[in-house]
């Protein structure tokens, strides 16, 4: 029957069934992985061929991951993996946390290893062709470059050969069909010449072409494998399972697929809540940095409700699942950042969009060239010598360089810096960035309480609590037993000494009994800010805390003011903190925003024509640096939010924002004049070649020569003075701190 899945499988279309999951409008959906996708016109053929199914509504194709997401009605599916197998793209379902191997990696490096060896002892072997050698030695040396050419093609140049076959043999097209031809003319012409004695070979410039072209293939495969990394990392948080207790109290360990709502499960301190879940009995502390970007665990109770991928810190807990895995809270947040990757896949490389037009422009005109000799002289030899000199002229290997040099250049120049550029295209979109948003709490501030007024507290409070808090991991707690092992306070030993989770320490020393934690549970004043140390009952003294603005802070706002870019900040943190900090920096804010609403605030954004630079440093940021045009992240950040983010920077000092954002805007600018380099050149040089003025050995030279020149300007960025420093103030210790709430 047409349309019907074909092939061994024959169960594949009840594998599709039941991995399919329900989403809006009664649609069901499927992710499918297709590890053979590497440019944009395999996108554009996948999303064809399964847009034009029975039963499919849409089909979108993620190409930094290589997962195609289906949605499709219907009692059965549609063929979805035998209508890509017939396309030409091996696929399978893709596995949710399932991690990949990936082989295409390995054979890119192995491939340009093996291109760059080839190539680097052909070049010298030119050299002493170029040089003057006699009819002999020549053809010896020419015979050995096609010894070391041979297999250096036959093994690099498969990565393009056996795409370029593929779509060939199915009719269509990519940019990989004119790289073989070119390399393939330029191998069989420098042969021929070989074997007849010929004065010129070509073999250097077929194995360049190869080993330019593979240093981008690899490197955006190594931007592929970033953008899957921060969704494994946000998938190790889950937890594998856990402790369900049976209505007659038996207790039997679950996977976390297996838990269902209404089941009762055990967490202990130190477990990760495995589901969307209440508290039914018990007392803990949280962290829920992965909710609230604060780093500050929260007290939770009887009622509360928990999210997926919480940390239990301090007590156990008895919860009632109230959702399955896949619709908890880290479900959303994983497809929420994969929904953000697949938008960014429709940036493309500016070297991939002019070789899409390189391809049947130069075809043409190697064509018509050779037809026109052909006409006007009938020598085919010559016919064909000129129309190689055409393909090696106009070789994309200047094309290809334009932009990944000088993104070499720009990354190393900030990683010296102390920023880490991570994806290809991450400078191009800083540069783009006119709208800044900041997260607070780790970004703009420190995130780390500090002790304020510290000369007030009596050193002998200080000792009873310096004494208690060295027995908790507590922020709170451990701020103050550092304070207490500043001033070298004297030793205390407390008996009985226990914490309550989610309230505090408590312990004896003779006839007191010393409390330290929450103010309405060490005296009963829940008016009162900070941690209090009660005596029976009675307040002995109030710790405040504040948290300190990242140094550079100020300095980087006003510099991104100055650059004319909108700056605001976008925090998870509660109001009154988040309002002290944007008053004395005198921004715009928003506060108490979860995850979601900030990826909502960033579309709502975009969807106005802004791109948008997110900085941030939390679990909660992770779907919000995804979801913006660019990102940037601090060094202190949880690992899913630097691997979502396209920047790294690695030093405390915020200004890092605004230079990164300068450099960005110098690279622009350098990789504008690299294309406009090329172009001037291709269109000088295409003209002397198709008219024979140009041997095939002088394109190659010509083709180097314009592959150096843009080296040669891409090399500028690095030569730029470092302002670092000029025109700014120093960063200073005084900023004003900002007090920290309960």
Not at 137 to 153: G, M, Y
Not at 298 to 321: F, K, S
Not at 322 to 333: D, K, N, P, Y
Not at 457 to 463: R, T, W
Request: charge should be neutral; glycine fraction near 10%.
């Amino acid at each position: 029957m047409p349309g019907a899945p074909s092939g061994p499988r024959a169960d594949l279309g009840e594998e599709l069934l039941l991995a399919s999951r329900l989403v809006a409008g009664g649609l069901r959906q499927n992710e499918l992985s297709v590890p053979s996708i590497h440019c944009g016109a395999c996108v554009a053929r996948i999303e064809r061929v399964l847009g034009a199914l029975p039963g499919v509504e849409r089909a979108r194709v993620n190409l930094s991951t290589r997962r195609v997401s289906v949605a499709w009605h219907g009692e059965a599916p549609p063929p979805l993996v035998a209508a890509l197998n017939e396309a030409g793209f091996e696929a399978h379902l893709h596995a949710a946390g399932a991690t990949e191997k990936d082989p295409e990696m390995s054979e890119l490096v192995r491939a340009l290893a093996v291109a760059g060896f080839a190539s680097g002892n052909i070049m010298m072997l030119s050299v002493a062709i170029w040089s003057g050698a006699d009819a002999g030695e020549r053809d010896l040396f020419h015979w050995l470059s096609a010894a070391i050419a041979l297999p250096a093609l036959a093994y690099s140049g498969r990565v393009f050969f056996r795409s370029a076959w593929q779509a060939v043999r199915r009719g269509r097209t990519n940019m990989d069909v004119p790289i073989s031809i070119g390399v393939l003319l330029a191998f069989g012409m420098s042969l021929y010449e070989t074997i007849h004695h010929g004065p010129h070979a070509y073999f250097d410039a077929a194995t360049s072409l190869l080993f330019f072209l593979l240093i981008g293939r690899t490197l955006d495969h190594v931007m592929r494998e970033r953008a899957r990394t921060a969704v494994k990392g946000l998938a190790a948080l889950a937890a594998r399972g856990a402790w369900a207790i049976e209505p007659g109290g038996a207790q039997h360990y679950v996977a976390v697929d297996a838990i269902r709502p209404g089941m009762t499960l055990l967490l202990a301190a130190g477990d990760r809540v495995p589901v969307d879940a209440r508290i039914v009995e018990g007392r803990s502390d949280l962290d829920v940095s992965l909710v609230s970007g604060e780093s500050l665990p929260r007290p939770v109770a009887p009622g509360a409700l928990l999210q997926a991928g919480t940390l239990n810190l301090t007590g156990p807990l008895r919860i009632e699942a109230t959702a399955v895995a896949g619709s908890s809270f880290l479900a959303e947040m994983t497809r929420m950042m994969e929904a953000a990757e697949a938008g960014r896949a429709g940036y493309r490389r500016l070297a991939d969009r002019a070789a899409r037009l390189y391809a049947p422009v130069i075809h043409v005109t190697a064509l018509a060239t050779f037809i026109g000799w052909m006409v006007a002289t009938g020598d085919v030899h010559r016919a064909v010598t000129i129309a190689i000199a055409v393909l090696i002229i106009t070789c994309p290997c200047a094309l290809g360089l334009a932009v990944p040099m000088v993104q070499v250049v720009a990354a190393r120049r900030l990683f010296e810096r102390g920023i880490m550029i991570k994806g290809s295209g991450a400078l191009e979109r800083l540069a783009e960035a006119d709208h800044v948003v900041f997260d607070k709490t780790g970004t703009l501030t420190k995130g780390v309480p500090d002790l304020a007024d510290r000369g007030a507290i009596d050193p002998d409070l200080l000792a009873v609590a310096a004494a208690m808090a060295a027995h908790s991991r507590h922020p709170y707690a451990q701020a103050i037993a550092a304070e207490g092992r500043a001033r070298d306070v004297r030793p205390v030993v407390l008996t009985d000494l226990g914490e309550h989770p989610g309230m505090g320490l408590e312990g004896r020393m003779g006839s007191m009994v010393y409390r330290l934690g929450r103010p309405d549970w060490a005296h009963g004043d829940a008016g009162r800010p900070g941690v209090a140390l009660s005596a029976n009952g009675q307040l002995m003294c109030s710790f405040r805390f504040h948290d300190e603005l990242r140094p550079g802070a100020r300095e980087s706002v006003a510099a991104l003011l100055a650059k004319s870019l909108s700056v605001e900040i976008l925090s998870g943190d509660h109001e009154e903190p988040v309002r002290r900090l944007a008053s004395s920096l005198n921004l715009p804010w928003r506060a108490s925003v979860p995850p979601a609403g900030k990826v909502a605030h960033i579309a709502a954004l975009t969807a106005r024509g802004a791109k948008v630079l997110m900085v941030g440093d939390g679990l909660n940021d992770a779907p919000s640096l995804a979801a913006a045009h660019v990102s940037m992240a601090t060094a202190s950040a949880a690992d899913v939010g630097r691997n979502a983010a396209d920047i790294v920077f690695l030093r405390d000092d915020l200004t890092a924002v605004p230079e990164a954002i300068e450099t960005a805007g110098e690279a622009g600018k350098l990789i504008r004049q690299n294309f406009a380099l090329a172009v001037a050149y291709n269109a000088l040089a295409v003209p002397i070649a198709v008219l024979g003025y140009v041997t095939p050995l002088i394109a190659a030279i010509a083709m180097s020569a314009s592959s150096l020149l843009v080296i040669a300007n891409a090399l500028r960025l690095a030569r730029r003075p470092d302002r670092r420093g000029a025109g700014r103030l120093p960063a200073t210790s005084a900023a004003p701190a900002l007090e920290a709430g309960q």
